[in-house]
Nanobody, 139 residues
Framework: HLLLVESGGGLVQPGGSLRLSCAVGALPFGFTLDYYIVAWFREAPGKERDWVSF??????????NYVESVKGRFTISRDNAKNTVFLQIDSAKPEDTALYRCAAERVNFLGDVVTRPDYIPRPAEYGSWGQGTQVTVSS
């Protein structure tokens, strides 16, 4: 499994912005993000872990999506050279308050996730997890 380290969380007022980072460490030999799907999940006390966004891109195929509640406000991206996936949070709402965790899994463990338009990430599918970074949206 990969070592994933999130950063960038903190306290932000409603309407504010944060950029979260998910950096891959302890790289396997020949590592490239092309071989992995990376998803962001969030969890709050007393609530189930829910997906937020995912990004998978390999060859000429790319698949990106967001949970409905964050569409138009969050943006996922990656920098292969830095082995890092980002989650830009704009127009933050109190409902976004949660521990944000990134997770990754080999594309070849999940079949056609690169092309499946209706794919929804599920925690059990992901073997590598970061420790999380806390986002608190409050006045």
């Amino acid at each position: 499994h990969l070592l994933l380290v999130e950063s960038g969380g903190g306290l932000v007022q409603p309407g504010g912005s944060l950029r979260l980072s998910c950096a891959v460490g302890a790289l396997p030999f020949g590592f490239t993000l092309d071989y992995y799907i990376v998803a962001w999940f969030r969890e709050a006390p007393g609530k189930e872990r829910d997906w937020v966004s995912f990004l998978v891109s390999s060859g000429s195929s790319t698949n990106i999506n967001y949970v409905e509640s964050v569409k138009g406000r969050f943006t996922i991206s990656r920098d292969n050279a830095k082995n890092t996936v980002f989650l830009q949070i704009d127009s933050a709402k109190p409902e976004d308050t949660a521990l944000y965790r990134c997770a990754a899994e080999r594309v070849n463990f999940l079949g056609d996730v690169v092309t499946r338009p209706d794919y929804i990430p599920r925690p059990a599918e992901y073997g590598s997890w970061g420790q999380g970074t806390q986002v608190t949206v409050s006045s």
